[in-house]
C-alpha cells in the first residue's frame, strides 16, 4: 500500500537553528509533492509543492524542499528558523493516477526564542 | 484566509445522537474530500466527491455518509454518534486537474460522550 513517513514526530528547536524534516514515501510511479503546515489553532495550508522540473522547490516562509526521486524522498528546509515557524508540519503524496492525497503522521516543531 | 468553511468548529455530544459536519466552499472546486485527524496520526480520507451527485468512501471505513447535492456543499452526517467518532474532521477541496494540492477548512473538533 501507498505510505508516507516523516521519521520525525517532534523537533525542537531555537531560534536561528537550521531546519530538516525528514519524508519518505512508497510508491513506485510518478507522484505529485506537497508539504503542509498547521499552526497552532489554523487550518492546513499548502507550504509548497513538487510537480516537475527542478527537484528544489521554494514555498512561503523561506522554506524549500528537494525531491530526490531515488530515495523516494521530499525533505523540508529552513536555513534559520523562526519562533513564528511554530506548528505542525505534514508531508503529503498524490499519485498521478489518482486525485487523493496521502498524509504522513506530521512532524510538531517547537522553535523556542 | 480559506475560502472553504466548516462548522461548528467544536461540537459536544452525547452518545446515539445524529449530527451532521457541515462543509462549504466558495472557489467553484469540483472535487471535495473528508478526512479525519487523531493526534499524532497520519491524515485519513473517510470521503469525496468529485462532483454533485458524485461520493465514494475513502480509504479509512467511516460509519458517517455525504452528500453533495451542490457544488458548493459536502456535509457529513452521523446517524448516531458513539464515543469512537471522537476525533477532528478536515474538509478540503481541489479543482479539477492533477496539479493541485488541497484547500482546508479549519475542521471540527468532535467529542462524544
Known amino acids: 500500500a501507498q505510505s508516507v513517513s516523516q521519521h520525525n514526530h517532534h523537533v525542537i528547536l531555537s531560534e536561528a537553528a537550521s531546519l530538516e524534516l525528514g519524508c519518505n514515501y512508497s510508491y513506485g510511479g510518478t507522484v505529485n509533492l506537497f508539504w503542509y503546515v498547521q499552526y497552532p489553532g489554523q487550518h492546513l495550508q499548502l507550504l509548497l509543492k513538487y510537480f516537475s522540473g527542478d527537484p528544489l522547490v521554494k514555498g512561503i516562509k523561506g522554506f524549500e524542499a528537494e525531491f530526490i526521486k531515488s530515495k523516494f524522498s521530499f525533505n523540508l528546509r529552513k536555513p534559520s528558523v523562526q519562533w513564528s515557524d511554530t506548528a505542525e508540519y505534514f508531508c503529503?503524496?498524490?499519485?498521478?493516477?489518482?486525485?487523493?492525497?496521502?498524509f504522513g503522521t506530521g512532524t510538531r516543531l517547537q522553535v523556542f526564542p | 484566509e480559506a475560502d472553504i468553511y466548516q462548522t461548528p468548529r467544536y461540537l459536544v455530544i452525547g452518545t446515539g445522537k445524529k449530527i451532521t459536519l457541515e462543509c462549504s466552499q466558495t472557489m467553484g472546486h469540483d472535487k471535495m474530500y473528508w478526512y479525519q485527524q487523531d493526534p499524532g496520526m497520519e491524515l485519513h480520507l473517510i470521503h469525496y466527491s468529485y462532483g454533485v451527485n458524485s461520493t465514494e468512501k475513502g480509504d479509512l471505513s467511516s460509519e458517517s455518509t455525504v452528500s453533495r447535492i451542490r457544488t458548493e456543499h459536502f456535509p457529513l452526517t452521523l446517524e448516531s454518534a458513539r464515543p469512537s467518532h471522537t476525533s477532528q474532521y478536515l474538509c478540503?477541496?481541489?479543482?479539477?486537474?492533477?496539479?493541485?494540492?488541497?484547500?482546508f477548512g479549519s475542521g471540527t473538533r468532535l467529542t462524544v460522550v
Open positions: 478540503a477541496s481541489s479543482p479539477t486537474g492533477s496539479n493541485y494540492g488541497y484547500t
Open positions: 503529503a503524496v498524490k499519485p498521478l493516477n489518482t486525485d487523493k492525497l496521502i
